[in-house]
């Protein structure tokens, strides 16, 4: 009976040294006086790692300083983006504020060996290049080009490229013969070159206000109302031979909102895009 009473004596003496032990464990002493409180435990701020920001997309409008062209890269300007132009002539005669904002290159599409320069750099490339004339300048400015500026992206690492083509008018194609076998080869090359990235917009007639010299023409006088009436006769569309005369008319505005989208979105599906789908891009809030 003593022994017995012994050991749980002995037992119960043992307490405060275990609970001691276990909240001393991780080096702090627990404090068993009431009248002090015991200080936080430090945490000591984790390492921090610098992480470069995101690289600055860089886009190329190939005719920056045209109708459509000039719309496009204030569109791009709007965005955020920095914006350069590439074209025959240069710096764009417009005096608006905006183009003080655009990186502007002299340069000939037809002479690729002077093209590296204005590529350096770039992420995504918009080309508006088109002209006409006889059938074998309007292949070399729709078609020959455009495949040199194409070649020369994708010999850079552009990651897309979106090139403002043309929808076909039936009829009207034979009479242009050599501007639409341009702007195909063209089209069959970017597909060829960017499978992945290759946008191909065909608007038909683009309507806005374009600058011809101190002029402007306002051309959606005639082009908006159209397109309120034709974009509802889709089915005309589908009738032989005059069916391509019925294509809506798209506001320049529209279509630089487009291009944008495509050469930066990368989720924008690649492929040729009709003016009906240019329609529906349009009406996308870009995120």
């Known amino acids: 009976m003593s022994s017995t009473l012994s050991r749980l004596i002995h037992s119960r003496s043992s307490f405060p040294k275990l609970y001691?032990?276990?909240?001393?464990?991780?080096?702090?002493?627990?404090?068993?006086?009431?009248?002090?409180?015991?200080?936080?435990?430090?945490?000591?701020?984790?390492?921090?790692?610098?992480?470069?920001?995101?690289?600055?997309?860089?886009?190329?409008?190939?005719?920056?300083?045209?109708?459509?062209?000039?719309?496009?890269?204030?569109?791009?300007?709007?965005?955020?983006?920095?914006?350069a132009s590439l074209s025959r002539s240069g710096r764009s005669s417009i005096r608006d504020s905006w183009a003080n904002n655009v990186i502007w290159h002299q340069g000939n599409l037809l002479s690729p060996d002077s093209l590296s320069e204005a590529f350096d750099g770039v992420t995504a490339v918009i080309s508006c290049i088109g002209g006409f004339g006889s059938n074998s300048q309007m292949y070399k400015i729709n078609g020959t080009a455009n495949i040199n500026a194409i070649?020369?992206?994708?010999?850079?690492?552009?990651?897309?490229?979106?090139?403002?083509?043309?929808?076909?008018?039936?009829?009207?194609?034979?009479?242009?013969?050599?501007?639409?076998?341009?702007?195909?080869?063209?089209?069959?090359?970017?597909?060829?070159?960017?499978?992945?990235?290759?946008?191909?917009?065909?608007?038909?007639?683009?309507?806005?206000?374009?600058?011809?010299?101190?002029?402007?023409?306002?051309?959606?006088?005639?082009?908006?109302?159209?397109?309120?009436?034709?974009?509802?006769?889709?089915?005309?569309?589908?009738?032989?031979?005059?069916?391509p005369l019925f294509t809506p008319p798209v506001s320049v505005t529209s279509v630089a909102r487009v291009s944008v989208r495509a050469a930066t979105d990368p989720v924008f599906p690649p492929g040729i895009i009709d003016i009906y789908g240019i329609q529906r891009y349009s009406q996308h809030k870009s995120k």
Not at 162 to 183: H, M, P, T
Not at 192 to 212: A, D, E, S
């Open 20 to 83: 001691t032990m276990a909240a001393s464990r991780g080096g702090r002493p627990f404090s068993t006086d009431s009248n002090k409180i015991d200080e936080p435990f430090k945490v000591e701020e984790a390492e921090t790692v610098n992480v470069p920001p995101p690289p600055t997309e860089k886009l190329l409008v190939l005719g920056g300083n045209g109708f459509v062209g000039s719309h496009i890269c204030q569109e791009a300007l709007n965005r955020g983006l920095t914006v």
């Open 151 to 243: 070649r020369v992206a994708s010999d850079k690492g552009v990651k897309r490229f979106v090139y403002i083509s043309a929808a076909d008018f039936g009829l009207a194609n034979y009479l242009l013969q050599g501007y639409y076998e341009g702007k195909r080869a063209a089209e069959t090359e970017l597909l060829t070159k960017f499978p992945y990235g290759g946008v191909i917009l065909r608007p038909g007639f683009i309507y806005g206000t374009r600058h011809v010299g101190s002029m402007k023409l306002p051309l959606g006088i005639i082009g908006s109302p159209l397109e309120m009436v034709l974009q509802h006769a889709k089915p005309l569309h589908q009738l032989p031979l005059v069916g």
